[in-house]
């Protein structure tokens, strides 16, 4: 905790641009969402409840001062086909190759990236980090918005 993980820039389907992560250093704290999205599978809100639950509580993160960036391993094009199908408005990034992923170390099941979040505070210091596991694959935006709470 309190270092700096990895700078990044990666295209954000939802609004059409590049976004970099150390564009926000010094201004806002941001949560960075690793999104567990297998394009074998319909992007219904049931197979992705946590990316529906932290899309529901976007508003709730601005409004406390912070970002959120949810990564998904996907293409573009497969990254467009969830905001459509969950008609998602916070700002989710592409990463087909995995690399941001990697750099993170969120870990890989079946050939697919693990879910995981990241709280950065405004310095973009590492302040609250959860990695998947079977008992706790994700951590639900309650916890994450609590975590905010104490920065």
Same mark, same amino acid.
């Given at each position: 905790m309190g270092q700096i993980p990895p700078d990044f820039a990666l295209w954000d389907v939802t609004h059409k641009r590049t976004v970099r992560l150390a564009n926000w250093r010094g201004k806002q704290p941001v949560v960075?969402?690793?999104c567990r999205i297998a394009a074998a599978i319909a992007y219904s809100p049931q197979h992705h409840t946590h990316l529906v639950a932290m899309n529901d509580t976007y508003t709730q993160f601005r409004n406390a001062g912070a970002e959120v960036? &949810?990564?998904? #391993? +996907? #293409?573009? =094009? +497969?990254? +467009? &086909?969830v905001v459509d199908d969950l008609g998602l408005s916070l700002p989710l990034l592409s990463d087909p190759t995995g690399s941001v992923f990697r750099d993170y170390q969120t870990g890989q099941a079946m050939g697919a990236p693990l879910p995981a979040?990241? $709280? $950065?505070?405004? +310095?973009? =210091?590492? =302040?609250?980090? !959860? $990695?998947?596991?079977?008992? !706790? #694959?994700?951590?639900?935006?309650?916890?994450?918005?609590a975590a905010l709470e104490q920065l």
């Open positions: 960075v969402v690793f960036l &949810a990564v998904s #391993p +996907q #293409p573009q =094009r +497969q990254t +467009q &086909a979040q990241f $709280l $950065l505070d405004a +310095q973009g =210091r590492l =302040r609250y980090c !959860h $990695l998947f596991s079977l008992l !706790h #694959p994700v951590a639900l935006p309650a916890a994450l918005l």
